[in-house]
């Protein structure tokens, strides 16, 4: 497994890529983030963990909910109910896009790792209101963490007051029968479960979880099927990183996803998660950082799936 002095030497070494970022500003409360942050965790499937950074420190997971979405809805409804209403392909346009929504024929989201994906996905978990359906979400990621995890509000409420592009694709989703509801309420919900908040260690547990084929490493639970789990993970390969996924998975070959936040969770099939914190962003919208952190780390363990 990883070593923990050669880790801080891969984040000292990452880290000064953070002045070629940006930190994401269109959502007011990301703003203030301190763009030098980088922390990753490791999580070993054998229950080991490893850090570098100030790992403890907490941050929100915007898109990186997306996938722990996935999963519980995949869960909730099956492959089939899921797929009728968001495809499985990548796209190449940035991950806010509406464009292919309305040229792509049927005019369903091309895969639930962007915005229009995500949020038909969201309107998809199971509950007969948003508190309920919110319960059941930060149950689930209580459980992929074994902590208690909850959102911060500050972020949720600055998203819900600057979501006019995302209330635009619910509103053409809703046009066209690929989500039902209440479009606000919908945007609540999705914008607490991007405003979801924990450190690189819980978000490495999680990865972990992925990477165990979807049981607890330390309980042994199985708190996701291995079908999803493998779905789940084969998103994060194809459309995990934005539109650099290609790029990522020559370079760095682990299933991942990332958030505007600057979190990134890997998960290393058979080995360990991987949560990683940096929020100086690249033009695409990864931690510019971290990316080099988990091109480093790969190249020195080997850990590319292909
Ligand atoms: N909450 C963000 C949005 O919907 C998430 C975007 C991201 O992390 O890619 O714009």
Request: glycine letters at 10%; one cysteine or more.
């Amino acid at each position: 497994m990883a070593n923990q002095d050669l880790l801080g030497e891969l984040v000292d070494i990452a880290r000064s890529f953070a002045t070629y970022g940006k930190v994401a500003d269109y959502i007011p409360a990301l703003r203030d983030q301190n763009p030098d942050d980088l922390a990753i965790s490791i999580y070993s499937i054998e229950n080991e963990s490893y850090y570098a950074g100030d790992h403890l420190k907490k941050f929100t997971l915007q898109s990186i909910s997306k996938v722990i979405a996935l999963a519980l809805v995949l869960m909730d409804n099956g492959e089939e109910e899921v797929f009728s209403r968001v495809g499985m392909e990548p796209t190449g346009d940035p991950f806010n896009s509406i464009a292919k929504l309305e040229t792509h024929k049927p005019s369903k989201p091309l895969n639930p790792m962007i915005n229009a994906g995500a949020l038909a996905v969201t309107n998809m978990i199971s509950g007969n209101s948003v508190v309920e359906k919110w319960d059941r979400l930060i149950e689930f990621i209580c459980h992929l963490t074994g902590q208690k995890v909850t959102y911060n509000e500050d972020v949720a409420y600055s998203e819900l007051q600057t979501a006019n592009l995302n209330r635009s694709l619910c509103y053409f989703m809703k046009q066209h029968g690929v989500i039902s509801g209440n479009v606000e309420d919908l945007l609540v919900l999705y914008t607490k479960q991007c405003a979801v908040e924990m450190n690189c260690m819980d978000l490495a547990k999680i990865g972990a979880v992925f990477a165990n084929d979807g049981a607890d490493p330390e309980s042994g639970k199985q708190l996701i099927t291995k079908d999803v789990a493998r779905i789940c993970k084969t998103f994060m390969v194809t459309c995990g990183m934005y539109n650099s996924s290609g790029e990522f998975a020559i370079k760095v070959g682990i299933p991942a996803k990332s958030g505007v936040s600057g979190g990134i969770m890997g998960s290393v099939p058979g080995k360990c998660g991987i949560g990683i914190f940096g929020p100086a962003l690249d033009e695409v919208g990864n931690s510019i950082a971290g990316v080099k952190l988990l091109e480093g780390l790969s190249g020195k363990y080997s850990w590319s799936i292909f």
